[in-house]
Nanobody
Framework: EVQLVESGGGWVQAGGSVRLSCVPAGFTVPDFAIGWFRQAPGKEREGVSCISSSSHGATYYADSVVGRFTISSDSTKNTVYLQMDFLKPEDTAVYSC????????????????WGQGTQVTVSS
């Protein structure tokens, strides 16, 4: 059974930074793509960023976070990180990580297994 566990959410002022972590159980980070998604109140879940399996070595970002968010992985810790800088109030959402197989996808319907999510609140 594949499980993912997120951590690192919290409250931060606009312009601040937060780093989220995603640890999968049941597979190792380099083997599959892992994406970060978010869902703000009253809005649909959307793709934020993704790092593909090591054999493809690609990263992707939603236009709204380019230049502010950075996704990375540490195979020694079997962890994928989402470093979020220059946060804005509109980044407030529940952030979840999920695996989409070997390839990245920004479509939440392509996620095969989800984590439980972590809340990020950005105050103005």
């Amino acid at each position: 059974e594949v499980q993912l566990v997120e951590s690192g959410g919290g409250w931060v002022q606009a312009g601040g930074s937060v780093r989220l972590s995603c640890v999968p159980a049941g597979f190792t980070v380099p083997d599959f793509a892992i994406g970060w998604f978010r869902q703000a109140p009253g809005k649909e879940r959307e793709g934020v960023s993704c790092i593909s399996s090591s054999s493809h070595g690609a990263t992707y970002y939603a236009d709204s976070v380019v230049g502010r968010f950075t996704i990375s992985s540490d195979s020694t810790k079997n962890t994928v990180y989402l470093q979020m800088d220059f946060l804005k109030p509109e980044d407030t959402a529940v952030y979840s990580c999920g695996t989409t197989g070997y390839y990245c996808s920004g479509d939440p319907s392509d996620v095969l297994s989800w984590g439980q999510g972590t809340q990020v609140t950005v105050s103005s």
